[in-house]
Nanobody, 125 residues
Framework: VQLQASGGGLVQAGGSLRLSCRAS??????????LGWFRQVSGKERDFVAG????????HYADSVKGRFTISRDNAKNTVYLQMNSLKPEDTAVYYC?????????????????WGQGTLVTVSS
């Protein structure tokens, strides 16, 4: 599985961005993967942001983004999204999407097998 994230950019505090991550799955294979978004600031650990089950039935979020960010997926397009509203300067980071061939919700870096290349989100004050 290859993941390609996009949608990052520069936005003012209070603004919105939507990140997308498209997965390339082997022909004939389903997109039954748990998906997640993480973020990382230079020099710090990669932190969990949001996760979604293979069928979209369940989601979970880091406390710092609850009520502001929404994760969703379109299995027909092999794509996961992260809608980010009410952005704050502390949301500035490189955002990574991740996937794992499991049915559950996962929130740690070590649980995900596949990773995208990251997209930079910068929120100005």
């Amino acid at each position: 599985v290859q993941l390609q994230a996009s949608g990052g950019g520069l936005v003012q505090a209070g603004g919105s961005l939507r990140l997308s991550c498209r997965a390339s799955v082997a022909s004939g294979r389903s997109f039954a993967y748990a998906l997640g978004w993480f973020r990382q600031v230079s020099g710090k650990e990669r932190d969990f942001v949001a996760g979604i089950t293979w069928n979209g039935a369940s989601t979970h979020y880091a406390d710092s983004v609850k009520g502001r960010f929404t994760i969703s997926r379109d299995n027909a397009k092999n794509t996961v999204y992260l809608q980010m509203n009410s952005l704050k300067p502390e949301d500035t980071a490189v955002y990574y999407c991740a996937a794992d061939p499991t049915y559950g919700l996962m929130s740690s870096v070590g649980e995900y097998k596949y990773w995208g290349q990251g997209t930079l989100v910068t929120v100005s004050s």
